[in-house]
């Protein structure tokens, strides 16, 4: 073989060699997992989603103790910049966390259900400051039912409240968010009760889910039976603080998913509960018990 012969063997070796490396790169990026991270904040609710494209969304913030928590659980998983962080509704246990975690991480655009807090702000101090907080950020936006962000091939569609809000009680407006990824979805109900839960099922709305984040921390107000059917979801979580004051889980909510076959999984008992999920749609659950929250 002369020497003109295996220079061109070599540059036609080299240039299959980039071709595969190429042509490997797209399919790497795609196999990237989906993280959906339900954090153990005690009393309150706060969920990561940490989509294949690296991007980040924060659900609810917790309570005003655990938003160090939060913030060092971000940290731990390499996040130091939030795409999204929505709050399902302004009840504490999911807003107040928000005053540290917004002091710590870069917070790209910020979202609520557009609940009405002037005349509460004239006599609370925190949600005067509350809505200073949402104020001052130059990307706030109201979700509403019908609108949907995207996180790469990750979904968000928000299918609850309408605007205008038809209920006076935040848990009735709670966001309640369907997340998608291919064959995978997810549904996060907030603190939804079974009030706005009646209003989808004359809806139609489509709830039919792999996994359920239970309304309210498994209140007895919410996860009605007609809900349930709809949802059909495997695995259940409850996001709930050890001996909770109001008595949740309700034992009639936790016998009513384990009815439909749910696998039931608890942040005071299984502590941070972490499902990964894999472009097929095949996904795992992993769970940790925090003994230094």
Known sequence: MNKQTKRSLNRMFSTLAIFFILLSLPVFAQTEPLKIHFIDVGEGDSILI???????????????????????????????????????????????????????????????????????????????????????????????????????AVSLKVLWPPQPLIFSDFNSNSLLIMLKYNKFSCLLSGDLTSSAEEKLLEQNAVLKADVLKVGHHGAKDASSKEFLDRVCSKIAVISVNAENIRGYPSAAVIKRLKNKGMQVYRTDKNGDIVLTVFADGNFKLEAKLNYAK
Not at 109 to 135: F, Q
């Open 50 to 152: 940490e989509a294949p494209n690296r991007k980040a969304v924060l659900i609810d913030a917790g309570n005003f103790i655990s938003g160090f928590r939060v913030t060092r659980y971000l940290k731990q998983q390499g996040i130091e910049s939030l795409k999204y962080l929505i709050f399902t509704h302004p009840h504490l246990d999911h807003i107040g966390g928000a005053f540290f975690i917004l002091q710590m991480l870069k917070v790209k655009n910020i979202c609520d259900n557009g609940e009405d807090l002037d005349n509460l702000s004239k006599s609370s101090d925190v949600y005067r400051w509350y809505k200073e907080l949402l104020g001052r950020h130059k990307n706030y936006q109201v979700l509403r039912a019908g609108d949907e962000l995207f996180l790469g």
